[in-house]
């Protein structure tokens, strides 16, 4: 870390190297756009390098990365006035767990896979449907698998904004996706 702060160009690039794929995912998660998501990566890492020498170490080091990260991507969602964007090209949106037990859920029956790819795709134009402040919670929370504590101090949030944002949210989809209730 003292490397990186004097200027080291290796401690730096470990830096970035270890933690480029998180802010990543996490633009990408909450912006739903690679090209956005590259945008937040720049900005994450201009901006880190730029305030390193004041990191006071009052959590890991990642941790300060991701809030930065989430900072930019909700500043850029903000600033995209909640232009409709498709999550289909969210890499990683969704977690390989749950895609293999979505796959084993569908067997070889066409008719639930198509369910079940018109359940996703309305999943997924729920949550980027959700206002910003509802989504990033969500995300982080039910995505990403963040606890509560953690999210809050990311997003600079008292415990109880978090529980209602995340209690909105969850309502917001719910109403959202009453349709395909079975």
Partial sequence: MSAAVAGDQKALAQIVKENERLVYNTALRLLADPVEAECVLQETFLKVLQALPEFKAQSSLSTWIYRIATNYALMRLRGNKRRPQSLENAEGH?????????????????????????????????????????????????IDGYSLKEIAKMLRMSLPAVKSNLHRARLFLRDRLAGFHQ
Wanted: proline content about 4%.
């Fill in 94 to 142: 969704v977690s390989q767990a749950a895609m293999e037990s979505f796959n084993l859920s569908v067997g070889n029956n066409p008719l639930q896979a198509a369910m079940n790819d018109e359940l996703r795709k309305a999943m997924e134009q729920a949550i980027a449907d959700l206002p910003d402040k509802f989504r990033s919670v969500f995300v982080l929370k039910d």
